[in-house]
């Protein structure tokens, strides 16, 4: 610090000079990252396969990097101007701003990483029980779905059989065979159905579509 401050009184020019030429390497990375989509200069990033590459939100990551890039710019600038006048103590202040603010990148960008949008992504199934998969552990989740998996419902109009647990309903430790208006993807309208335990045949066809190809 005290050689900065040094450098600062002796030529307050150099200062300005080196703070711009920093602060516009900053800003025009954030702008070829964030509006250019030249996403390889992402560190990590570039060198990920393309399996890999192919997982990450890289639109979001991008615009957030950039983004972040760019105010980091304009607040270098800020920090030379106040290093030019002897503003120390907005300076340190301005100093803080800036590591926060790259923690504040740092940390946000896992957001867009493979693992994290891979935890995101729901199947099919688990989405039209998207509420009980929001309230409940995962592991309670899943048993819930391996109960219910155990179940079908059958059109008394069609016939058309259809999993329990994908028509989106649950059926955990229950007994009996009850009949339910529930719909009908076959007849596309709510109709009776019969809900009853899968015979073993049935119990390995999980998908509906598969189901549906062998009644
Ligand atoms: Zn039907």
Not at 18 to 47: D, E, M, P, Q, V
Request: proline share 2%; with cysteine; glycine share 6%.
């Amino acid at each position: 610090m005290t050689s900065l401050i040094e450098i600062a009184q002796n030529d307050r020019n150099l200062i300005i000079i080196a703070g711009f030429a920093l602060s516009s390497i900053f800003i025009i990375l954030g702008i070829l990252i964030g509006r250019r989509k030249y996403y390889n200069l992402i560190a990590g990033y570039n060198l990920e396969p393309k399996h890999i590459k192919e997982q990450y939100d890289i639109e979001g990551l991008a615009k957030h990097i950039g983004d972040g890039l760019i105010t980091l710019g304009v607040l270098l600038i800020i920090c030379a101007i106040f290093l030019y006048f002897n503003f120390l103590k907005l300076l340190i202040a301005a100093i803080f701003i800036f590591l926060f603010i790259v923690l504040i990148i740092l940390l946000g960008s896992r957001k867009f990483m493979p693992y994290t949008q891979n935890l995101m992504k729901e199947s099919p199934s688990d989405a039209r029980h998207h509420f009980l998969h929001w309230l409940l552990p995962e592991r309670i989740f899943r048993a819930l779905e391996k109960g219910s998996r155990k179940w079908l419902q059958e059109c008394r109009h069609c016939g058309y059989k259809q999993d329990y647990w994908e028509a989106g309903n649950v059926r955990y430790k229950a007994i009996g065979e009850p009949t339910q208006l529930q719909y009908c993807e076959n007849c596309k309208k709510f109709r009776m159905h019969k809900i009853r335990k899968k015979t073993i045949l049935e119990a390995d066809r999980i998908v509906n579509e598969i189901i549906k190809t062998n009644s």
